[in-house]
């Protein structure tokens, strides 16, 4: 397998480890200390934070699941255009629960050295998901 093909391998794996919650499975593609440039106040560094965001993530939107519509990848670098599906049936930062489906585009760039992702950048489409939370 080539590298480039490892790397979109190593993606889909944190994709699905991120549907499924598993957390204990983070430590075999996550750097211990990979940098979220995208963190959210407050979250952790390193591999903890990711743990943290992802439960998160799952507290407020159970049984969610994401889609991947493209990956490429060239060297180290790997970008992915993602949809996100889920219910809003715990609190997301500072809305309560409302019961709201919702759906929102997003894409990531993840550098991935030795079989390891170090740093991720994301860009969602934040205000889209808090209008439909909000029902505007």
Not at 38 to 53: I, K, P, S, V, W
Not at 59 to 85: M, Y
Request: proline letters at 2%.
């Amino acid at each position: 397998m080539s590298q480039v093909a490892a790397n979109k391998a190593i993606v889909q794996r944190y994709f699905a480890a991120w549907d499924a919650n598993d957390t204990l499975a983070l430590a075999e593609f996550i750097a211990p200390d990979v940098t979220d440039h995208m963190a959210y106040e407050g979250q952790g560094e390193g591999l903890a934070g990711y743990r943290a965001f992802f439960a998160h993530w799952h507290s407020a939107f159970p049984g969610f699941h994401s889609t991947i519509d493209e990956i490429i990848a060239e060297g180290d670098s790997v970008a992915v255009r993602w949809r996100f599906h889920g219910i809003q049936r715990g609190w997301y930062h500072d809305i309560a629960p409302t019961g709201r489906a919702v759906s929102f585009s997003a894409m990531s760039v993840m550098h991935i050295r030795d079989g390891y992702i170090t740093d991720e950048w994301v860009i969602q489409d934040e205000h889209g998901l808090r209008r439909q939370l909000l029902g505007e």
